[in-house]
C-alpha cells in the first residue's frame, strides 16, 4: 500500500521546485503517493517562506492545525527557508515536529524522514553534482534550477543566510536536464535562480568560463524547447549584450522580471542594490525600444527605513514610466541576520510608521491597478503565440499564457493542449483577456 503524503508550499518559484524535487524522491524511494486532504496524510510537510516576518509567525499555529487533524501515526516535517533559519530551535517549540530539513538540504527527504526530532539544515552543503528533480506539475512546462544560494547581500534581505552562498549548476547538467525535458515534451523552460543573470560566477568545479547570456543562447539552441523563461534577474547585471540576446531570440519569451524596489537612489544604496534609478530607467527605455510590446513585472517594498515622501514619489514615478504590467508589493519587514535590522536594534535609524507604510502600500497599488487597466485597453486586436494548457471540454474554452504571459482564454472546438497558436484579442473583460484562433 501506498503511503500518502500531503505538502504545502509557501515562497517563491524555488521553493515550488524543492518541493518537485521532495515529492519525486519520496515517490520514487518511499513510496508515498500525494494526497490534496492532510486527515489522511502520513506525512505532512510544509515546505517555508522566512521572507517576511507574518507567514514565519503563522507557522506554528499551522503546525498546531495539522497536530490537530492528522493520524495518530503522521509525521510532521517542516522543510526550506524557515527550516534553514530557525532549525532545531523549531523542534524545541514545537513537540509535534518530526524533523526540520532546510532549504540548501533537499535532496536528503528521503533520509530524514526515518529519523527522529532531528534538524538537518547545513548551509555549506555541496550540491556540485547537482542532481535535477525527475517531477514536473506539468509536462509542457518545465523548471530548472541554474543557480542556488545568493552572494548579494540586499540589507533587507535574509534569503543569503537562509540559501547560502550563490553557486551555479555547471552548464552541461543544465542542457542535458533541457535535453531530457524537451525529449518528453516540454515546450517551455523556466530557469531559476536568485540571481539568474550572475550566472557562471562560481562553480564549485573547475567549468569553463560562461555568463548568463550564453547560456540562454546554448539553451536556445535545443531542438523542442520552444520557449524560455527566467526568474529572477537582477538590474543591475542587465547589461547590453543581455538585452540584445533578449530582444532577438525569438524562444526567449517577451516578459521579464526586474525586481525595482525602490525608486529613489538614496534607498537602492541603503539596499544596497547597486544601481540607481537611472539605471533602471536606462535597461527599461533600451528593452522598449527593440521589444516594444514587453512585458515587465516587478517587486517593490514601501516602508524600507529612512524612505521619505520624496523616496516614495521617485517610486511612484518609475511605476508612471515603465507602466509595469504585473505588481507584487510589500511593506518593509524587519528580519534577523540583515543589515537593516542591525541599524533599527542600534537605533541607527527609525522604522517607518506602520500607518504611513500602509498608506503607501495603497496608494502605490491603486496607482499600479489604473495602469494595469489602461495596458489591458491596449491589448485589444493585438496577435500573441500561446502555448495552450488547459482545455474546457463542456465550455469548449481552451487558456493558455502568450509570450508575455498574460493569461488568454479562447472559444475553441477542439482541443489544442499543448500546441503554440496565434490567436487575436478580440475581448476585454475587466483583466480578463478573450482571443481568437487565427
Ligand atoms: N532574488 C530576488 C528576490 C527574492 S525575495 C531579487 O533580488 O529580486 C522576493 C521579494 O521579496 C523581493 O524582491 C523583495 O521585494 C521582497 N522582500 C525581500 N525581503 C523583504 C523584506 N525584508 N521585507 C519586505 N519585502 C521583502
Ligand atoms: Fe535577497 Fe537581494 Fe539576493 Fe534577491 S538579490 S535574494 S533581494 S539578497
Ligand atoms: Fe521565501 Fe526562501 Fe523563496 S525565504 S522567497 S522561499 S528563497
Known sequence: MNKKLYIQTLGCAMNERDSEHIIAELEEKENYQITTNPQEADLILINTCSVREKPEKKLFSEIGQYAKIKKNDAKIGICGC?????GESILKRSKAVDFVLGARNVSKISQIIHQKRVAW?????????YIFSSKQNSILKGMINISIGCDKKCTYCIVPHTRGNEISIPTHLIINEAKRLANQGTKEILLLGQNVNNYGKRFSIPHRKINFTQLLYEISQIDGIQR?????????????EFIEEFAHNPKLCKAIHMPLQS???????KMKRGYTKEWFLNRVEKMYSLIPHLSISTDIIVGFPTESEEDFLDTLDVLEKVQFDTLYSFIYSSRPH???AKWIENKEVGEIDEE???RRLILLKDKHRDILTQNNQKELNNIHSILFESYDEQNKLLEGRSDTNKLIRVKAGRNLVGEI??????????????????
Not at 524560455?228 to 547590453?240: E, G, K, V, Y
Open 121 to 129: 539544515v547545513d548551509i555549506d552543503y555541496d550540491d556540485s553534482s
Open 421 to 438: 497558436c496565434k490567436v487575436k484579442i478580440s475581448e476585454i473583460k475587466g483583466a480578463q483577456l478573450i482571443g481568437e484562433l487565427m
Open 356 to 358: 504611513e507604510a500602509k
Open 338 to 340: 540583515t543589515e537593516a
Open 82 to 86: 524557515t527550516a534553514s533559519h530557525l
Open 228 to 240: 524560455i523563461r527566467f526568474t529572477s534577474p537582477h538590474p543591475l547585471h542587465m547589461d547590453d
Open 263 to 269: 525608486g529613489s537612489t538614496k534607498i537602492l544604496q
